[in-house]
């Protein structure tokens, strides 16, 4: 049976009660516009089986309002494609909690874009785990924003690979708490670019381990000393 839920304005849609919306059919989910989507309020999108929302096509999921994403729960988050994440914008990324952004999946995470990355608050990286972090390319490590860094915990720190540690921007590193750069491992310092070691501050070299210093390459001390 064809859906009769397209032909409902903007308005009707937004007047639709939560129980009406939660008896909506896939069918129902899938003829509606992107226009009456980005209508939806957080609490009618919190009303849709999980199923319905797995049927939104990536143009209806994009619709939805960075208002209305807080009302997404976990088992509806779950349910969503991780090729569909990478079509959220960056408004709606910045939107979700860090309970949501916890409730993610590594392979939805790795689906994320360096933009999306890019917009991620310091509690949105905190609520991220190790192996999250561990998806994450060299590019998408370089796009954690300067104050969005403060988030990574000491163990997701330690936890980054050589190279991820290498991509760092300065600005980043320079950024680092005390706290994140006694937690890096010899492997990690020894990874770092000249450039990298060049911004440490007299307070940030104080932090490193006597372990980290020893593993200072003579390249990396002229940079200290430049």
Same mark, same amino acid.
């Not at 090729?83 to 949501?100: G, P, R, W, Y």
């Not at 991509?167 to 708490?177: D, F, N, P, Y």
């Given at each position: 049976?064809?859906?009769?839920?397209?032909?409902?304005?903007?308005?009707?849609?937004?007047?639709?009660?939560?129980?009406?919306?939660?008896?909506?059919?896939?069918?129902?989910?899938?003829?509606?516009?992107?226009?009456?989507?980005?209508?939806?309020?957080?609490?009618?999108?919190?009303?849709?089986?999980?199923?319905?929302?797995?049927?939104?096509?990536?143009?209806?999921?994009?619709?939805?309002?960075?208002?209305?994403?807080?009302?997404?729960?976990?088992?509806?988050?779950?349910?969503?494609?991780?090729?569909?994440?990478?079509?959220?914008?960056?408004?709606?990324?910045?939107?979700?909690?860090?309970?949501?952004?916890?409730?993610?999946?590594?392979?939805?995470?790795?689906?994320?874009?360096?933009?999306?990355?890019?917009?991620?608050?310091?509690?949105?990286?905190?609520?991220?785990?190790?192996?999250?972090?561990?998806?994450?390319?060299?590019?998408?490590?370089?796009?954690?924003?300067? &104050?969005?860094?403060?988030?990574? %915990? $000491? /163990? @997701?720190? *330690?936890?980054? +690979?050589? !190279?991820?540690? =290498? #991509?760092?921007?300065?600005?980043?590193?320079?950024?680092?708490?005390?706290?994140?750069?006694?937690?890096?491992?010899?492997?990690?310092?020894?990874?770092?670019?000249?450039?990298?070691?060049?911004?440490?501050?007299? &307070?940030?070299?104080?932090?490193? %381990? $006597? /372990? @980290?210093? *020893?593993?200072? +390459?003579? !390249?990396?001390? =002229? #940079?200290?000393?430049?």
């Amino acid at each position: 049976m064809t859906s009769i839920i397209s032909s409902l304005s903007v308005n009707q849609i937004k007047s639709l009660s939560t129980a009406v919306v939660a008896s909506l059919t896939t069918t129902d989910v899938a003829a509606m516009t992107t226009a009456q989507v980005k209508a939806l309020s957080s609490a009618q999108i919190a009303a849709l089986d999980t199923e319905d929302v797995a049927t939104f096509s990536t143009a209806q999921l994009s619709a939805i309002s960075a208002t209305s994403v807080a009302g997404i729960s976990l088992d509806q988050l779950a349910a969503i494609d991780a090729a569909k994440i990478a079509s959220l914008a960056t408004s709606q990324v910045a939107a979700l909690n860090s309970t949501q952004i916890g409730g993610l999946t590594s392979s939805q995470i790795e689906a994320l874009t360096t933009s999306q990355v890019g917009v991620m608050t310091s509690a949105q990286v905190a609520a991220l785990a190790s192996e999250d972090i561990a998806t994450f390319s060299t590019a998408e490590i370089a796009a954690i924003g300067v &104050t969005a860094l403060a988030g990574l %915990s $000491t /163990d @997701n720190l *330690a936890a980054l +690979s050589t !190279d991820q540690a =290498a #991509a760092l921007k300065t600005t980043q590193v320079a950024a680092l708490k005390t706290a994140q750069i006694a937690a890096l491992t010899t492997d990690q310092v020894a990874a770092l670019s000249s450039s990298q070691v060049a911004v440490l501050s007299s &307070t940030q070299l104080k932090a490193l %381990s $006597t /372990d @980290n210093i *020893a593993a200072l +390459s003579t !390249d990396q001390i =002229a #940079a200290l000393n430049s």
